[in-house]
């Protein structure tokens, strides 16, 4: 007979149970066909090798966080938006650029400034962009490689039924749009999350760790910062939703309480300059955080530069961050008065958004 | 970002519990990113959630749209834009798997080399390999099954020529 189409031994490699006998019988025989297996078996080994290392190599993925995700762009926005800002603010809290900042940053806040032996090191009075490449974000080690980070208290995001609700549950005044810009319309849904609290405690062992796993050694760290403790704070919060017909968040217009962060003794600085010294931190990201970060009072807020464009604008006389996505989907504006961030973000363009802010009562 | 219209069916969180991980491992074969593999994945559910194709014939629809919607993404070297990341969130910031098992270097060319396949072999490598039946397959790409194994044979073929030629010539 005559030989088997390579398609035919292909299968036989596996799923041989769809290959009639006669084929069957025929290549066990034939020295040409068993050949012809071999290449395919090697050329199909070979193919599965090298389309398989993302999949074998990792955990099965997230499916909860991806139906959340999912949900943001088919459902009713407050279901979607509503889960997801815990999630991002405990990824925020591991994110390498937090610790980069010396543990300082990211979720401060007003309440744990009572708690006798903290020391505020940290309060927000302005916000400026870092831009930060994906390669810098690869590059560096998450927090937990730098001491033990515990969650104290969740933020307990939910939605309430109006703005009279978000005042009560946040303590914070709900903004108020007038004039919507064209092609955003209703009313917005409002979303409330109370205090998130962290505790960070720093472990020289761990950085220790962290910097021979990068093959450098650990600077001696200054007298105290070993086990010392960093409280963040962040909240109140509340934001209104905006939302076009088919669920797409179109304006968005938040409030929180600046994000602070307190100390158990350490100094700021000491922090801060100790943790930018560490391995892991690019030099010129390094030298952007302590330029930044110099007086204690501004919050670097890390902005992925492929993605995203910064520029500065005046909103009520206060300086304020304009962030666009480089695709123009996206565009956003954020500034901090007394003591608490405000944002105004939508798909719309610059001039809307900063006229939405701008008239914000 | 793709806009859902007005409904979205009803079994979709059902469909979507049950398939997301294949649909991922479909478009991480291809791109060789988890993370990148999660975007199509929601632009693949996203998509699924306006059709009415049967419930039993989901995870091959879902299959071959995530096959093709990665292999786009390859060819035309669509960077990553989610309001999630331009936000800041979380999900592009660790390290992919890939790149710390094989070297960039080869996950670069592997995926070179599938991006310049004929589409339709460059499909039924990735169906096949992510465990869909030669009769799924077939019936995917509206071929025959008899013809299944030949069109994955050559793709495999010159996938493994591809690399041998451009490893040999770097």
């Given at each position: 007979m005559r030989h088997p189409t390579d398609g035919t031994l292909r299968r036989l490699v596996d799923e041989p149970a769809g290959v009639p006998d006669a084929d069957r019988a025929h290549v066990a025989g034939c020295p040409v066909c068993l050949n012809g297996l071999a290449a395919a078996q090697a050329d199909a080994a070979l193919a599965a090798a090298l389309t398989a290392t993302a999949l074998t190599c990792d955990a099965s993925p997230d499916v909860d966080r991806a139906w959340r995700r999912l949900s943001t762009a088919t459902e009713a926005p407050v279901r979607a938006v509503a889960p997801a800002p815990a999630r991002r603010w405990r990824t925020a809290l591991r994110s390498p650029v937090v610790a980069a900042l010396g543990v300082v940053v990211v979720l401060g806040g007003a309440?744990?400034?009572?708690?006798?032996?903290?020391?505020?090191i940290f309060r927000t009075e302005q916000v400026a962009a870092v831009p930060v490449s994906t390669t810098d974000l690869v590059a560096l080690p998450d927090l937990s490689a730098y001491g033990d980070l515990q969650?104290?208290?969740?933020?307990?995001v939910r939605e309430v039924a109006d703005g009279a609700a978000a005042r009560e549950a946040t303590g914070l005044d709900v903004p108020q749009v007038d004039a919507l810009p064209p092609g955003v319309t209703g009313s917005p849904s409002y979303t409330v999350g109370g205090q998130l609290v962290a505790e960070f405690t720093f472990s020289a062992d761990r950085a220790a760790q962290a910097a021979a796993t990068a093959g450098e050694t650990l600077p001696s760290p200054p007298p105290g910062l070993d086990g010392s403790r960093f409280r963040l704070v962040a909240g109140p919060g509340l934001a209104e939703v905006w939302s076009e017909a088919r669920g797409i968040p179109a304006l968005v217009v938040a409030r929180v309480t600046a994000p602070t962060a307190f100390s158990s003794g350490v100094p700021f600085d000491t922090a801060r300059d100790y943790l930018l010294s560490l391995p892991g931190l690019p030099d010129d990201l390094a030298a952007q955080l302590r330029g930044f970060t110099a007086d204690g009072t501004t919050l670097p807020l890390p902005v992925p530069a492929e993605l995203v464009t910064t520029s500065t604008a005046d909103v009520g006389g206060r300086p304020a961050t304009v962030l666009a996505s480089r695709d123009g989907l996206m565009t956003g504006v954020v500034w901090v008065e007394d003591g608490v961030v405000t944002g105004v973000a939508g798909t719309l363009g610059e001039d809307e958004v900063l006229a939405v802010a701008r008239a914000l009562r | 970002m793709p806009r859902p219209q007005d409904a979205v069916r009803a079994d979709l969180e059902h469909v979507f519990r049950a398939d997301y991980p294949r649909v991922v491992a479909v478009a991480a074969r291809v791109l060789g990113s988890r993370d990148e593999a999660e975007d199509v994945a929601q632009e693949v559910f996203l998509a699924f959630g306006r059709t009415a194709v049967p419930a039993e014939d989901a995870i091959r629809w879902l299959s071959v749209a995530a096959a093709h919607t990665a292999l786009n993404v390859l060819r035309s070297g669509r960077r990553r834009a989610s309001r999630e990341e331009a936000a800041g969130g979380g999900v592009g910031t660790a390290p992919d798997v890939a790149d710390t098992v094989v070297s960039r270097e080869e996950n670069r060319r592997v995926r070179a080399a599938l991006a310049r396949l004929p589409r339709k072999q460059a499909v039924a490598l990735v169906l096949r390999h992510s465990g869909l039946s030669y009769a799924d397959v077939a019936a995917a790409l509206d071929l025959s099954p008899g013809s299944v194994g030949t069109t994955v044979r050559r793709a495999e073929s010159a996938l493994r020529k591809e690399l041998s030629t451009h490893a040999s010539s770097d």
């Open positions: 309440g744990a400034a009572a708690a006798a032996d903290w020391l505020q969650v104290v208290s969740e933020p307990d | -």
